[in-house]
């Protein structure tokens, strides 16, 4: 296993003129995760959220040197993001978005999807899952399943595919392990998760304690986003809160996360729960960032994309 590595604070006029800058896209995520009470997912707002999100990745994604190709894989939408220039190698990332499990498309997976293509070399794998609650738990699990298979029938070997995700995606990525692993079939080389949510019980102690510190999620938008997700189902299935799964035989796991975040506690609690099933993990806190800060445009992010890089390297 390896350790708990902080990253520092700078000073405090340099902060200042960075919030400054990043404060219209801020504003732009923050509406993103407005919903308050189950009832506040209207058709209506989830279609806003959409489009929102599609119109940022867009907008937001450094797409310099980078290829992005859509195409179908069945009836879902997916989309290859690669280096323009060739490289040859035969890893790849599967990459599961965030969005509460209630939001996040093609546009919005742009943004993580170019970064780390742009860090690693690797191609990106995106996949566009189906969205609760039209399609509520395991809709979106089932999804992933076959964009995993699709690698496989690619050629790829399972110990050559990085999985990772952010937020939500981090749930899945973690769901899809513990699925592959049940069936008996092989696991991902490593898995890279950004503020991954791991627990629908919501036990941790930043949920309450980090909440007025929080600049993007909220408790009730969880509770909200939840709900539309596992109706009924008892939320301490590790098919839901992966937390609470077996991690035995997991392959080397990097955690990254904000101080600030009320997601704070499901990152900290992973990673201690993979150090006692023996996985090698490594868990990165960044002070004073917020939930998938890697999306912006800032030394942080650049410095958590490199610490990416260096992770798979030495695997």
């Known amino acids: ?15 200042e ?10 504003r732009a995520l923050k509406a993103l995760h407005s919903a308050s009470t189950p009832e506040a997912l209207t058709p209506e707002e989830l279609e806003r959220q959409r489009r929102n999100q599609e119109i940022l990745g867009r907008l937001t994604a450094p797409m310099s040197g980078m290829a992005w ?4 894989l069945g009836d879902m939408a997916a989309a290859w993001m690669r280096l323009k220039t060739p490289h040859g190698n035969r890893h790849v990332v599967l990459y599961c978005h965030g969005g509460g499990y209630t939001s996040g498309n093609l546009g919005y997976s742009r943004v993580l999807a170019s970064k780390l293509a742009n860090a690693t070399g690797y191609d990106v794998l995106s996949f566009e899952y189906r969205l609760a ?13 076959q964009a995993w298979d699709y690698l496989m029938l690619l050629g790829y070997g399972a110990e050559n595919v990085v999985l990772a995700g952010d937020s939500a995606g981090g749930n899945l990525a973690l769901v899809l392990c513990h699925r592959l692993r049940s069936a008996a079939r092989r696991l991902p080389g490593a898995l890279v998760l950004m503020s991954p949510w791991t627990d629908m019980t919501m036990s941790g102690a930043s949920y309450a304690e980090r909440a007025t510190l929080d600049p993007m999620l909220t408790p009730e938008y969880i509770e909200a986003v939840r709900c539309a997700y596992a109706g009924a189902a008892d939320l301490h299935l590790p098919s ?16 990254q996360v904000g101080d600030h975040e009320i997601l704070y506690s499901d990152a900290e609690a992973l990673y201690e729960k993979l150090c006692r099933a023996g996985v090698s993990a490594r868990l990165e806190v960044s002070e004073d960032m917020w939930h998938v800060f890697q999306m912006f445009p800032t ?3 650049a410095a958590a994309m490199e610490s990416v890089t260096r992770f798979l390297l030495a695997q």
Do not use: N, T, W
């Open 1 to 15: 296993m390896e350790g708990l590595f902080k990253s520092g604070k700078g000073g405090a006029a340099r902060q």
């Open 17 to 26: 003129a960075e919030q400054k800058r990043l404060a219209p896209m801020m």
């Open 69 to 72: 190709e859509e195409f179908r």
């Open 133 to 145: 609650p039209e399609h509520p738990y395991p809709a979106a699990v089932q999804d992933a399943v």
């Open 240 to 255: 839901l809160s992966p937390l609470f799964g077996d991690f035995a035989g997991f392959p080397p796991v990097l955690i």
């Open 299 to 301: 030394k942080k992010a």
